[in-house]
């Protein structure tokens, strides 16, 4: 019998190409990682050569990097399970503040001790308290709460490890175009007034996109209806307030007005205060004048009446640098146009608020499959309706489900009695 030979290995549509990434983010700079890491070792000579141009410093900003995200394994998610394929998961989780599942500790603890997301009562008493089911057990951990900016530290120092990758710092994108006909024909547009061609680009500016705005000018961002007041308290070693020196999550019951508290590291932790507005406020962040800070800062002391201590504490502890007013911002996902070489990827496609508590997941989410199609399809517009079929769907679900939290977060009255009977039912499940 004659034996079934195997497929041959397709050659990449980027094999050999020039591709430009606007945004060394999260999107930005994971899917170079998965794009080296699914790339046939046959075309490994026609590996792409990849410039990422990114607004910002290579050294972190405080204001925005300088909060604690988590990344899960559910299946909506799927943040660890993209890492972990990228190969970087292992070095993250020894930076992350939660560490690895069932692992024990120097100081004794388990990673289980080590920190959960919780809902509290406004006495801070436990309503529910989750640390994340292990429903995928090749994962090392079911989730983990990393710093941001240790978070960025990796993937910065993976891709720089890549060779045919180079990154420009202080380099934003003002806009792209396609110049049909062109050898290269995406244009590519930069602050300094310089241009730059490539055979592909992928969009990840983040949830404020300039390439988006150009190109798509009237999907634009929605107001949540929500405006929040946060910043970063600072205390000596070991010393954050319990109980978020280990747990993450929420209060309810502020009469309509939603805290969230975390820790940043073993020396900070990260208040942001919500609340309900018509119309959303003129955005603030780090340089402020002394006045400025003060204002916010008593607006956040009388915000928080709801809330008893450590609330206060924490908020008079707060890093000017770090103190930030915004909204809550989102839009749904759109669909490439047929054999589009503008590919938009993470927030820049589907920006969601942090109340959705999962861009991250998606960004990660997103790299890798687009990767994965780029190297697989036959053909662009294959890769990309593949694509999108798998973005799409949970990208708009994480934001419909964050329109929920925001819903449980600012609920009073029976509306919160409500919520707080289902979470009693829900804790006996878990
Ligand atoms: C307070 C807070 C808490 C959050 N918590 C979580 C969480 O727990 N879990 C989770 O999954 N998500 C969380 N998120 C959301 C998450 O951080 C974002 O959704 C995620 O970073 C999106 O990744 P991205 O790569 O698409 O965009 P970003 O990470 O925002 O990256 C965009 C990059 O593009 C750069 N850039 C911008 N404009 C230009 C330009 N014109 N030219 C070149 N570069 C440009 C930016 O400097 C940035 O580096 C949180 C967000 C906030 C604000």
Same mark, same amino acid.
């Not at 009469?255 to 990260?270: H, K, P």
């Given at each position: ?146 710093? %941001? ?5 990796? @993937? !910065?120092? &993976?891709?720089? $490890?890549? /060779?045919? +990758?180079?990154?420009?710092? *202080? ?22 007034? %310089? ?5 592909? @680009? !992928?969009? &990840?500016?983040? $949830?404020? /996109?300039? +390439?988006?705005?150009?190109? *798509? ?214």
């Amino acid at each position: 019998m004659e034996q079934e030979q195997p497929s041959p290995v397709q050659k990449p549509l980027l094999a050999g190409k020039r591709v430009i990434v606007t945004g060394a983010g999260i999107a930005g700079l994971a899917f170079p990682l998965a794009l080296r890491k699914q790339w046939p070792s046959k075309y490994d000579a026609e590996f792409p050569t990849i410039v990422i141009y990114e607004r910002d410093d290579l050294k972190t900003q405080i204001g925005r990097e300088g909060y604690s995200i988590s990344i899960r394994g559910d299946a909506l998610a799927g943040g660890m399970q993209a890492l972990q394929k990228i190969g970087i998961l292992e070095k993250l989780l020894d930076v992350s503040l939660t560490g690895r599942d069932n692992s024990t500790h120097t100081d004794g603890e388990t990673s289980q001790d080590r920190g959960a997301f919780c809902l509290w009562d406004l006495k801070w008493n436990c309503l529910l308290r989750m640390t994340g089911k292990a429903t995928d057990t090749e994962l090392p951990a079911p989730s983990m709460r990393i710093k %941001r900016d240790a978070l960025r530290t990796v @993937l !910065i120092a &993976a891709v720089d $490890a890549i /060779s045919h +990758v180079t990154m420009h710092w *202080r380099t934003p994108c003002l806009s792209a175009e396609i110049s049909p006909g062109a050898e290269q024909p995406v244009k590519v547009c930069l602050a300094d007034d %310089r241009v730059d061609y490539s055979d592909f @680009l !992928i969009v &990840a500016d983040g $949830a404020g /996109s300039k +390439v988006r705005s150009k190109l *798509r000018p009237t999907d634009t961002l929605n107001y949540a209806g929500i405006c929040m007041i946060s910043g970063t308290a600072r205390f000596g070693e070991n010393e954050i307030p319990k109980p978020m020196d280990k747990n993450w999550g929420g209060v309810l019951g502020g009469g309509g007005i939603g805290l969230f508290v975390s820790a940043v590291d073993s020396r900070s932790a990260l208040w942001a205060l919500s609340y309900p507005e018509i119309h959303a406020r003129d955005r603030l962040a780090a340089p402020m004048s002394e006045e400025q800070v003060q204002s916010v800062l008593q607006e956040a002391l009388e915000l928080g009446r709801p809330f008893m201590e450590p609330l206060p504490t924490l908020i008079k502890a707060t890093d000017p640098s770090t103190l930030t007013v915004m909204n809550a911002m989102d839009k749904q996902p759109f669909a490439h146009d047929n054999g589009c070489p503008i590919i938009f990827i993470g927030d820049s496609n589907h920006a969601m608020s942090p109340f959705a508590g999962n861009g991250a997941n998606m960004a990660l989410c997103d790299a890798w499959d687009l990767a994965e199609q780029l190297c697989q399809s036959e053909t662009l517009e294959h890769a990309l309706r593949t694509y999108d079929g798998l973005s799409m769907p949970r990208s708009s679900k994480a934001i419909d489900m964050s329109h929920w939290s925001i819903s449980l977060l600012h609920s009073r009255g029976l509306k919160l009695l409500c919520y707080k009977l289902c979470l009693a039912v829900l804790r006996l499940f878990i």
